[in-house]
């Protein structure tokens, strides 16, 4: 396959072979089903200005020269659409998103080719061969090539599996957001940890609020302070009403106060007041790390209700591996599993089958001190409550180590309570 890098600075001549110019960028468009973009114009320099010449008027484009169908005179020249990209001046020597290898990388080359009369763009060449040949050290790069020809060439993506990163420019992305926001948000974390905070930001502006909530929260909270810095308020509002409350209450800890408040006024009244409810507590203790988003039921309620209400509200909770019993001035007075409550007769009453001794966190014990007990019983959620028993949230085994184990080994843990 011919390369871009081949094409630049290469000789323009008219159909007599008189010099014309000489090749500065080459234009590409996504107009139609395939993903590929396809070249629609070559940029000439003339002495000192730029003439767009439009793709059909170009006989030869891989050659020792690009030799054009008709005189410069015949040709009318193209118009760059906003959303054209300049293969040679946006793309290479940029950083991409590889969505396959998740992984943010640089353009060595990108490769060209035909197919149903079009110029197509095929891969990314991220490789050393690709940079050789951006030098050009063309025949040490094919050296380089022929080594590995007997398996699939080495530092070649597929245009499919790339997103674009423009420093200069808004993010562009060929689908716009589309792609980015069928990743795991663990993977989305990963990314952004590779890329600046400017690009970072970029590349969550182009997500929608929920695949933006879910990825924020994969990450540590300054860090998403700065991601977020040059957010609209109304969209950060936004997306801190999709995100979990006591996420939600660690990144605003971390923003100033003034912009906080303002957020918290911007917010739902509800959402507000639970996260207002978690920032009365040290952000190190469990009343400040817990989620006050948990299930709850009477004890005078039979399994069937039970599992009635889990599947009408099933969405509204992420956490639903234990249930609570409360009286009915919110203490707790049991706690029992799912599988409890699914090989419970339907008819038996909830008093009859939960655990009344429920091991339990105070609202200002020492996030440590969480750690130890959640891993002294083996659970995945502990309750949180006060001096009289009554249930304000819970904490989940992972924000209980949050800060306890390294960032590296803590993407190593499953995550069994999502």
């Known amino acids: ?198 690009d970072g930001s970029k590349l969550l502006e182009s997500l929608d609020n929920e695949a933006l909530a879910d990825a924020l929260e994969e990450v540590e909270p300054d860090f998403q302070a700065s991601l977020v810095e040059q957010f609209p308020d109304e969209r950060l509002a936004d997306v801190l009403e999709e995100m979990e409350v006591d996420e939600a209450a660690d990144l605003l800890a971390e923003l100033p106060e003034e912009r906080s408040q303002e957020l918290l006024k911007l917010m739902e009244k509800e959402d507000a007041e639970d996260i207002k409810e978690l920032l009365k507590y040290p952000d190190d203790s469990a009343g400040g790390i817990m989620n006050t988003n948990f299930l709850a039921v009477t004890p005078d309620l039979t399994a069937e209700q039970v599992l009635r209400m889990l599947r009408a509200t099933s969405d509204e909770f992420e956490t639903v591996f234990y249930i609570y019993v409360l009286d009915k001035d919110n203490r707790l007075v049991g706690v029992f599993s799912l599988r409890e409550l699914v090989v419970a007769q339907p008819d038996a009453l909830v008093r009859d089958f939960m655990e009344p001794r429920a091991v339990t966190l105070d609202l200002f014990d020492s996030q440590e001190e969480c750690a130890q007990v959640i891993s002294k019983y083996n659970l995945i959620a502990l309750p949180v409550v006060d001096h009289e028993n009554r249930m304000y949230g819970i904490v989940t085994a992972d924000d209980a180590l949050d800060k306890i184990i390294p960032t590296a080994w803590k993407k190593r843990l499953p995550r069994f309570y999502r």
């Open 1 to 198: 396959m011919p390369y871009v890098s081949q094409l630049i600075g290469k000789p323009i001549t008219d159909p007599d072979g008189d010099p014309v110019g000489t090749l500065k960028d080459i234009l590409a468009a996504n107009r139609g089903p395939i993903y590929h973009p396809f070249v629609v114009a070559i940029q000439a320099r003339m002495r000192s200005r730029d003439f767009f010449i439009p793709i059909n008027h170009v006989a030869v484009l891989f050659g020792p020269a690009v030799v054009l169908k008709d005189s410069l005179d015949a040709i009318a020249p193209y118009e760059p659409d906003a959303n054209d990209l300049y293969l040679v001046n946006e793309v290479l020597d940029k950083q991409i998103i590889d969505t396959d290898g998740l992984r943010v990388v640089r353009v060595n080359d990108l490769q060209l080719t035909r197919a149903e009369g079009n110029i197509y763009v095929a891969n990314v060449d991220i490789s050393g061969a690709g940079l050789l040949r951006r030098l050009g050290l063309a025949s040490l790069a094919r050296r380089m090539t022929r080594r590995r020809s007997e398996s699939a060439p080495s530092g070649i993506i597929s245009w499919d599996d790339v997103e674009l990163i423009s420093t200069d420019e808004p993010l562009r992305l060929k689908v716009p957001g589309e792609r980015m926001s069928e990743l795991h948000p663990a993977d989305l974390a990963e990314i952004l940890s590779d890329l600046s905070r400017q």
